[in-house]
């Protein structure tokens, strides 16, 4: 920590940095943050790359690269507190969605190569599978709100607190009509963890998942029986559960074939 | 009073506070300022969200924070509030939350809400998620002030307490004598509705046969189908759980303690400090809510559940709480 | 205005390091009159805030009869109470309560006391300690089981020691259990062999059982969870009457005025507020209401 500030670093693997465009984008607050930032690196704002010692490492994107790996490891040596930041670094992104799948078929098929041109890992993993994280925050992309309670509570040493409930009670508390039961709707909901203010429901559109799963909790057996009895095809739910949230533990049991 | 009064009625009613009611809202309904007696939907099934959320708001500011110095209450000016349109199942459950919320030490955010909010109860017909009846909560004896019953034409008013008495004081243009007929008429048509339940739940003894049979099969086949979305206790009108956590501005100097609805059915409901949790399975969770529901009231002797059927309405799995209890009866 | 939910400003004046992760902190209110109108009884709790960060339930660490600040043992264990760790003397905190029903400590006058602690379930037991020893005229014989993991992590483990080398300082027999060696304890097994174990607390039983007059004693237990099961089942192996077998709980609470909900416990017939029905429950109430323990 220098004076009051804490140094800290944004890095990016493997993904499509909106998390990092989200903070950026809150104009209002920025000069208030990094009044209370040292930031030695910020990969969307600057492309200075150190390899300095930092008292919080925020990361998004997946590990998908041999690069990945080695950034992130050499990150976690340099840090105290390692935060990965949005779904990529959380669940491994939407590309994990291919989890299962042969690498070398994925090759050949966008690049019609049978060679590893990016040294491709074969698959695209959560930061948490590499290295160990100490929070995770979610979504596709991070909420700005809680991603300034989260950096609030971190700059003060205190340990954050994240939302442990469905997408569901959002929706309720919103007296959103229900899309499961209104509408019969795939939503993902019940099993999706809350925190977005059930922003698509809102809008009339059922939840696709995008903060990922409730970890421990979700009942992803539930959900698809739930949604086999509203008329989906099994497939057509598993398309849907798998597409933010394939490394999930059931879910990923019903990848297996 | 006549059915064609009812627009002075409610415009009485807006002299006493701001009017707020059952308003259509797609396929659905829901409590709702509003300004004209047209927009009133008195014959309504059901809300999604029961009356609690004037009084225990779903999300609210309760204390100011000075960072480490200290805390300040946020205290809200008293606004007056007219409920038009409750069923007797929300007014018992009312009853329920006002034993729990005004019970020394009572809670002042709901205690000033509630003194400032006169309630007004309408007559219903049960549709297929009701047992209201079941649950001896279909009549409403206490916890209002005044109480509409649709008899065709004319509503008959029935008056619950000394404000509701003055209420229709004031309206005596209005609200008329009612004649014996409208009594005949109102026996009748509550005999009629008495015959309309479709929902049947066994309640004699339920507390002692919910609380013996735990370790019943049923609560397993259905715990599993359940997918911890929180809805039923969002929607039930009694369930009053709520957690509380603080938020700090970016000045580092000053933030707010919020107060939110909560539901058994989330992983940290029961869990402390440490990581142990008292609930840790979903199954655990399941019977609880179904144990908490099914005890009584110790104070005001009523059920903790009042038969409304919004748990079963907007169960997005499709659980019914009587077909849950029934199955435990032994009746699925 | 003041409401159950506004914490009083309590300054802190002293901090003691206990353990490695439990310090014990004294506290003052900051307002004359709230220290006045501060009263309570063994067994109870406050809630201890953290202007911005949040609050936690504590029970109170000391004896009604002795004068002085508020004591508070707390172990450094989730975002409040690590907060409350970095504090320091002179720094301020917001109190609730006090809350709960506390032990019955007039019921069990002329009664012999018996005290089963596991861990921290010390702190506690702590205000029903110094309290029976405060009125020890009142109280029959006093006995306490305190059950440790190791000597490091023994709270008050000065005390224990002492107690068990001068049991007439406080006229009360005490035995201890603990299960990982170290010189100190080792030491003072082979000094004190009939007041020292290795093992889990139930084990001290074997020691206590000539002192346990089933039909004169009450039992007052404070544990980790898994404690109270192997505890309350030799209690009532030796046929002490249910309704002199005390516990207190510990369960997640956002109010402690019975509101909130999270400390619900119990089936249909029988559901109890930790907070407020509790946190003192006899044997009786274990066996009516589902849960308990």
Same mark, same amino acid.
């Given at each position: 920590?220098?004076?009051?500030?804490?140094?800290?670093?944004?890095?990016?693997?493997?993904?499509?940095?909106?998390?990092?465009?989200?903070?950026?984008?809150?104009?209002?607050?920025?000069?208030?943050?990094?009044?209370?930032?040292?930031?030695?690196?910020?990969?969307?704002?600057?492309?200075?790359?150190?390899?300095?010692?930092?008292?919080?490492?925020?990361?998004?994107?997946?590990?998908?690269?041999?690069?990945?790996?080695?950034?992130?490891?050499?990150?976690?040596?340099?840090?105290?507190?390692?935060?990965?930041?949005?779904?990529?670094?959380?669940?491994?992104?939407?590309?994990?969605?291919?989890?299962?799948?042969?690498?070398?078929?994925?090759?050949?098929?966008?690049?019609?190569?049978?060679?590893?041109?990016?040294?491709?890992?074969?698959?695209?993993?959560?930061?948490?599978?590499?290295?160990?994280?100490?929070?995770?925050?979610?979504?596709?992309?991070?909420?700005?709100?809680?991603?300034?309670?989260?950096?609030?509570?971190?700059?003060?040493?205190?340990?954050?607190?994240?939302?442990?409930?469905?997408?569901?009670v959002e929706c309720k508390i919103r007296e959103i009509p229900c899309l499961i039961v209104e509408r019969g709707e795939a939503c993902l909901g019940p099993i999706t963890v809350g925190g977005c203010k059930a922003r698509c429901p809102y809008y009339n559109a059922p939840c696709i998942g995008c903060r990922g799963p409730v970890k421990e909790e979700a009942n992803v057996a539930g959900e698809l029986s739930m949604l086999l009895e509203k008329g989906w095809k099994?497939?057509?739910?598993?398309?849907?559960?798998?597409?933010?949230?394939?490394?999930?533990?059931?879910?990923?049991?019903?990848?297996?074939? | 009073?006549?059915?064609?009064?009812?627009?002075?009625?409610?415009?009485?009613?807006?002299?006493?506070?701001?009017?707020?009611?059952?308003?259509?809202?797609?396929?659905?309904?829901?409590?709702?300022?509003?300004?004209?007696?047209?927009?009133?939907?008195?014959?309504?099934?059901?809300?999604?969200?029961?009356?609690?959320?004037?009084?225990?708001?779903?999300?609210?500011?309760?204390?100011?924070?000075?960072?480490?110095?200290?805390?300040?209450?946020?205290?809200?000016?008293?606004?007056?509030?007219?409920?038009?349109?409750?069923?007797?199942?929300?007014?018992?459950?009312?009853?329920?939350?006002?034993?729990?919320?005004?019970?020394?030490?009572?809670?002042?955010?709901?205690?000033?809400?509630?003194?400032?909010?006169?309630?007004?109860?309408?007559?219903?017909?049960?549709?297929?998620?009701?047992?209201?009846?079941?649950?001896?909560?279909?009549?409403?004896?206490?916890?209002?002030?005044?109480?509409?019953?649709?008899?065709?034409?004319?509503?008959?008013?029935?008056?619950?307490?000394?404000?509701?008495?003055?209420?229709?004081?004031?309206?005596?243009?209005?609200?008329?004598?009612?004649?014996?007929?409208?009594?005949?008429?109102?026996?009748?048509?509550?005999?009629?509705?008495?015959?309309?339940?479709?929902?049947?739940?066994?309640?004699?003894?339920?507390?002692?046969?919910?609380?013996?049979?735990?370790?019943?099969?049923?609560?397993?086949?259905?715990?599993?189908?359940?997918?911890?979305?929180?809805?039923?206790?969002?929607?039930?009108?009694?369930?009053?759980?709520?957690?509380?956590?603080?938020?700090?501005?970016?000045?580092?100097?000053?933030?707010?303690?919020?107060?939110?609805?909560?539901?058994?059915?989330?992983?940290?409901?029961?869990?402390?400090?440490?990581?142990?949790?008292?609930?840790?399975?979903?199954?655990?969770?399941?019977?609880?809510?179904?144990?908490?529901?099914?005890?009584?009231?110790?104070?005001?002797?009523?059920?903790?559940?009042?038969?409304?059927?919004?748990?079963?309405?907007?169960?997005?799995?499709?659980?019914?709480?009587?077909?849950?209890?029934?199955?435990?009866?032994?009746?699925? | 205005?003041?409401?159950?939910?506004?914490?009083?400003?309590?300054?802190?004046?002293?901090?003691?390091?206990?353990?490695?992760?439990?310090?014990?902190?004294?506290?003052?209110?900051?307002?004359?009159?709230?220290?006045?109108?501060?009263?309570?009884?063994?067994?109870?709790?406050?809630?201890?805030?953290?202007?911005?960060?949040?609050?936690?339930?504590?029970?109170?660490?000391?004896?009604?009869?002795?004068?002085?600040?508020?004591?508070?043992?707390?172990?450094?264990?989730?975002?409040?109470?690590?907060?409350?760790? #970095?504090? $320091?003397?002179? @720094? %301020?905190?917001? =109190?609730? /309560?006090?809350? +709960?029903?506390?032990?019955? *400590?007039? #019921?069990? $006058?002329?009664? @012999? %006391?018996?005290? =089963?602690? /596991?861990?921290? +379930?010390?702190?506690?037991? *702590?205000?029903?300690?110094?309290?029976?020893?405060?009125?020890?005229?009142?109280?029959?014989?006093?006995?306490?089981?305190?059950?440790?993991?190791?000597?490091?992590?023994?709270?008050?483990?000065?005390?224990?020691?002492?107690?068990?080398?001068?049991?007439?300082?406080?006229?009360?027999?005490?035995?201890?259990?603990?299960?990982?060696?170290?010189?100190?304890?080792?030491?003072?097994?082979?000094?004190?062999?009939?007041?020292?174990?290795?093992?889990?607390?139930?084990?001290?039983?074997?020691?206590?059982?000539?002192?346990?007059?089933?039909?004169?004693?009450?039992?007052?237990?404070?544990?980790?969870?898994?404690?109270?099961?192997?505890?309350?089942?030799?209690?009532?192996?030796?046929?002490?009457?249910?309704?002199?077998?005390?516990?207190?709980?510990?369960?997640?609470?956002?109010?402690?005025?019975?509101?909130?909900?999270?400390?619900?416990?119990?089936?249909?017939?029988?559901?109890?507020?930790?907070?407020?029905?509790?946190?003192?429950?006899?044997?009786?109430?274990?066996?009516?209401?589902?849960?308990?323990?």
């Amino acid at each position: 920590m220098t004076g009051n500030k804490i140094k800290v670093g944004f890095y990016s693997l493997t993904g499509c940095a909106g998390d990092f465009l989200n903070i950026l984008n809150m104009e209002d607050k920025l000069l208030e943050v990094f009044k209370l930032l040292d930031v030695v690196e910020f990969a969307l704002a600057s492309s200075k790359v150190v390899h300095e010692k930092v008292d919080v490492a925020f990361i998004e994107g997946s590990v998908t690269t041999q690069k990945d790996l080695e950034v992130l490891k050499k990150i976690r040596e340099n840090c105290n507190v390692l935060v990965a930041l949005g779904n990529c670094a959380v669940w491994g992104g939407v590309q994990a969605e291919l989890t299962g799948l042969d690498a070398k078929d994925l090759m050949k098929s966008v690049y019609n190569t049978t060679e590893n041109y990016y040294s491709f890992l074969g698959e695209h993993k959560a930061v948490s599978e590499v290295v160990k994280v100490d929070y995770e925050l979610p979504g596709c992309p991070i909420e700005v709100e809680e991603f300034l309670e989260l950096l609030i509570d971190v700059i003060r040493g205190v340990i954050p607190e994240f939302k442990d409930y469905p997408v569901c009670v959002e929706c309720k508390i919103r007296e959103i009509p229900c899309l499961i039961v209104e509408r019969g709707e795939a939503c993902l909901g019940p099993i999706t963890v809350g925190g977005c203010k059930a922003r698509c429901p809102y809008y009339n559109a059922p939840c696709i998942g995008c903060r990922g799963p409730v970890k421990e909790e979700a009942n992803v057996a539930g959900e698809l029986s739930m949604l086999l009895e509203k008329g989906w095809k099994k497939q057509e739910v598993i398309n849907r559960l798998r597409l933010f949230a394939a490394r999930y533990k059931d879910i990923a049991k019903l990848l297996e074939r | 009073m006549l059915k064609e009064n009812f627009k002075d009625f409610f415009e009485t009613l807006k002299k006493l506070g701001e009017v707020h009611a059952p308003v259509r809202r797609g396929r659905l309904f829901s409590f709702t300022k509003v300004d004209s007696p047209g927009e009133v939907a008195l014959n309504y099934n059901r809300t999604m969200l029961p009356p609690k959320k004037y009084f225990v708001k779903p999300f609210e500011e309760v204390l100011k924070i000075k960072v480490g110095k200290g805390y300040e209450l946020i205290v809200e000016e008293p606004k007056s509030l007219v409920l038009l349109g409750l069923h007797a199942c929300d007014i018992n459950a009312l009853r329920v939350l006002d034993s729990v919320y005004l019970d020394e030490p009572q809670d002042d955010y709901y205690q000033v809400r509630r003194a400032a909010a006169i309630v007004i109860g309408v007559s219903c017909e049960p549709d297929e998620y009701c047992f209201c009846k079941s649950m001896g909560t279909d009549y409403a004896w206490t916890g209002f002030d005044l109480f509409l019953h649709e008899l065709g034409t004319s509503y008959l008013v029935r008056v619950g307490s000394s404000r509701g008495e003055s209420i229709i004081e004031s309206m005596s243009n209005i609200i008329g004598e009612p004649t014996k007929e409208d009594f005949i008429k109102l026996r009748d048509l509550e005999l009629k509705r008495s015959r309309m339940f479709k929902k049947i739940l066994n309640t004699s003894l339920l507390p002692d046969i919910v609380d013996s049979l735990h370790e019943s099969e049923v609560w397993v086949v259905f715990s599993d189908k359940c997918v911890s979305c929180g809805s039923c206790n969002l929607v039930c009108p009694t369930c009053r759980c709520y957690d509380v956590t603080e938020k700090v501005e970016l000045n580092l100097q000053e933030g707010v303690r919020v107060r939110r609805w909560d539901s058994c059915f989330i992983r940290s409901h029961a869990l402390v400090a440490g990581g142990l949790n008292f609930r840790p399975t979903r199954l655990d969770r399941f019977r609880h809510r179904y144990n908490c529901k099914s005890s009584i009231d110790p104070r005001t002797n009523l059920p903790f559940c009042v038969g409304c059927g919004r748990c079963s309405a907007f169960c997005p799995a499709g659980i019914d709480h009587v077909n849950v209890l029934n199955a435990i009866w032994g009746l699925a | 205005m003041s409401s159950a939910y506004l914490p009083k400003l309590a300054k802190i004046v002293e901090v003691t390091e206990m353990t490695a992760i439990e310090k014990l902190f004294k506290l003052q209110f900051v307002n004359e009159e709230d220290a006045k109108s501060f009263t309570f009884k063994p067994g109870q709790f406050v809630e201890v805030n953290v202007p911005g960060v949040g609050e936690s339930p504590i029970s109170i660490c000391k004896s009604p009869t002795r004068p002085g600040p508020l004591e508070l043992l707390i172990r450094r264990i989730g975002r409040v109470t690590n907060a409350i760790h #970095k504090l $320091k003397p002179g @720094d %301020v905190v917001g =109190i609730r /309560g006090p809350f +709960g029903n506390g032990f019955p *400590m007039e #019921k069990m $006058k002329g009664y @012999d %006391v018996l005290l =089963i602690a /596991g861990g921290l +379930g010390i702190a506690p037991l *702590m205000s029903v300690l110094q309290y029976v020893i405060d009125r020890r005229e009142d109280y029959g014989e006093v006995t306490l089981l305190y059950g440790v993991r190791s000597y490091q992590e023994a709270l008050f483990r000065d005390m224990a020691i002492d107690l068990i080398k001068h049991p007439e300082k406080a006229c009360l027999r005490t035995f201890l259990s603990y299960e990982r060696d170290d010189p100190v304890f080792v030491s003072l097994m082979r000094d004190h062999p009939e007041n020292v174990r290795k093992g889990v607390v139930t084990v001290l039983f074997e020691c206590a059982d000539p002192y346990i007059k089933p039909d004169k004693v009450c039992a007052v237990v404070c544990g980790p969870p898994i404690m109270y099961r192997f505890v309350l089942k030799e209690l009532a192996k030796r046929n002490i009457p249910p309704n002199n077998i005390y516990i207190t709980l510990e369960r997640r609470m956002k109010c402690g005025i019975g509101k909130c909900g999270h400390c619900i416990v119990g089936g249909a017939t029988a559901i109890r507020y930790i907070c407020k029905d509790g946190p003192v429950f006899t044997y009786s109430d274990v066996l009516s209401v589902r849960g308990l323990v």
